[in-house]
Each structure stands twice: as C-alpha cells, then as structure tokens.
C-alpha cells in the first residue's frame, strides 16, 4: 500500500475530556472518518500491487470481449482508468491526511492544556473505582468468614459420620475457613492459595482425603455391656484387658 498514514494520538474517552476540548475531537474523527472511507473508496487503485490487479482485470473484460464476438480494443482499460485516476486519488489521500495529523496536533495541544481538568476527572473515577473495590473486598472477607463457620459444620459431622468421634457441636458466626486438618489451603510447594473458588476446591478436596477410622465392637469385661468403637481404642481397652472383641473381624 502507498505510505500514506493517518495516525492519531490516544487520549482518554470524551467523558474525561473538557467540554471545551469536544469540538476538536468531533473534528479529528470526522476528518480520520473521511479519510478511512476515501482510501476503502480506491482500494484497489492505492493498494501496493494496482498495476497487477489492473491487468489481471483487462485480460479478463478482453477474454470475454472475444467470446461475446466483440473488438477486445473496444472494452474499456482498468489499467489505463488507474494510471489517469491514481495520481489524483493519492494526492486526495495525502491532503486527508494531513487534515487528520492538523486535527490530532490541535485535539493533542488542547489536552496538553487541559490536563489539570483531565486528571481531576480521571482522579475522580479512580476514587469512586477505589470505593467499590473496598466495599466489595469487605463483602468478600465477611462471605469468606461466613463459609469458614459453616466448615466447622461439616467439620462436626465428618468427626460423627467418618471418625466416631464424639466432638461438641458448636456455632460460630465467622471463622477462617480451613481444611480438614485444620490449616489453611495451601499449594504443593506450601504456598497459600488464592481466595475464592480455588481455596474452596482445596478445601473440599482435603474432605475428601478423609480415611474413616474402622471400627471394632467389643464386649466390656465388666458389665457386658457391648459397644462399636474406633478399632485403635478398641484395641487399647482389649491390650489392657478390660475388655475383649465381640466381632468376629480376625
């Protein structure tokens, strides 16, 4: 393509800009706007490769002048249309552009200007962003809280359920969450894990790491009274004698 350029300068969206400043950014779009829509306009005849794309084109409108039993001489020429039009079409373009870099110097210099206004305006989005970003860290912090107590929750039925344990059960109305062991989540090389889901999925995953204890049923030797037990109790009352296996487990 011909090197002809219309870049612009990146300022800030229109809603950080001073009213005084939107007029020239109106007329820095509306002049790259005509620009954009003048070079997609002759494409074709600015494009690096016209002279090819032009021939190609005449090769065929003579190709198919001969099967018609027309004078192939007859047809008009792309080729000669873009040698006559392409000097007038750059120098178009060039004068578009120099329209887009006069209405990007005068929109930059203008900024330049304003930029007390413009800081204050961004400094004003940034704070407001800052409030959010606070109130919703607190809400997060006080969620993560309200899920630590409901592990201790699951905590208390995994010691009933999977253990046979007999821990009290208690409510409280925050805790840190952790794992089943009782740390909080951390990575294989023992560093924290991320809040949120991924603190969730380790945790949930320690659960499930959770070897219920086997159990026994013994016979105590002092009033026959049997009893279900973890296997390792069991075994300690049965080494010291007060007790002796009432199952049939080898």
Known sequence: MSEIYADTTGV???????KTLHKLLDAREAAHEKFVDYEDQHVDVIHDGWEARAIAKDEAAGAAAVAAGRDPLDEPSHLEDAQRQRPRILGALKALAAEVRRTDAA???AVRRELPAIEAAIEARVSAAASAYIDAQRAADEARQSYGAALQLRAW?????????RTDYQE???ATPVTFDGHEAVDIYDRPIARGAAEVVAID???GRVVAEPKRVIRSKTNGQEIEIDATHAAALVDKGQA???DDVA
Request: avoid cysteine; charge should be negative.
């Open 244 to 246: 002796e296996y009432a």
């Open 107 to 109: 929109l930059a210099s």
């Open 157 to 165: 039925v995994v010691d009933w359920s999977r253990l046979g344990l």
């Open 12 to 18: 800030p969206p229109r809603q950080f800009l001073p």
């Open 205 to 207: 995953e320690s659960y």
């Open 172 to 174: 409280l109305p925050a």
